[in-house]
């Protein structure tokens, strides 16, 4: 895993505005649609520490190592993620996102999301809590190609999550 250089940067920078944590919110869910652990975790300090659900992460070679784990049980995943609230250089997420297992039981999987950056714009924490929820293939909402959430696609909140 690569290290980032001294002056690499991941815009929009700290502080944050309105319009400028919405914009790093949805890189943050364009990058995690791709499902490919190297290109998210670039996008995260060298250093970066997270805890998602009781799983503790710290560094780019273990998020890296976690979202291989993750993609491979999560199978067809689509996360759609929603501006919470945002000050100075920390942004609250709310997400959502369907995934299946091997066995084709289909989850909407709910959570929550604290996010610290630095003045590189690289994320430094993340503090993720989640909730799955079973679902029925007939009731899933996310039902785009694999990949980047199409513009016109609904968020969170006009799909009643």
Not at 109 to 127: P, V, Y
Request: overall charge neutral; aromatic content about 14%.
């Amino acid at each position: 895993m690569p290290d980032s250089s001294p002056n690499e940067t991941r815009p929009p920078l700290p502080p944050f505005t309105l319009e400028t944590a919405k914009q790093k919110v949805r890189a943050a869910e364009d990058g995690w649609n791709t499902r490919d652990p190297e290109r998210v975790a670039l996008a995260y300090t060298p250093e970066s520490v997270w805890r998602n659900r009781a799983e503790f992460v710290t560094g780019r070679a273990q998020i890296v190592a976690f979202l291989q784990r993750k993609w491979a049980k999560e199978l067809d995943y689509r996360l759609i993620k929603e501006l919470w609230a945002h000050d100075g250089n920390r942004i609250a997420v709310r997400f959502a996102y369907e995934w299946h297992d091997d066995s084709g039981n289909w989850f909407r999987s709910f959570g929550n999301e604290n996010w610290e950056f630095d003045e590189r714009g690289l994320m430094a924490r993340r503090f993720a809590c989640i909730n799955d929820l079973p679902i029925r293939e007939s009731d899933r909402l996310y039902r785009w190609p694999l990949g980047r959430r199409p513009d016109d696609h609904p968020g969170l909140f006009e799909l009643g999550l």
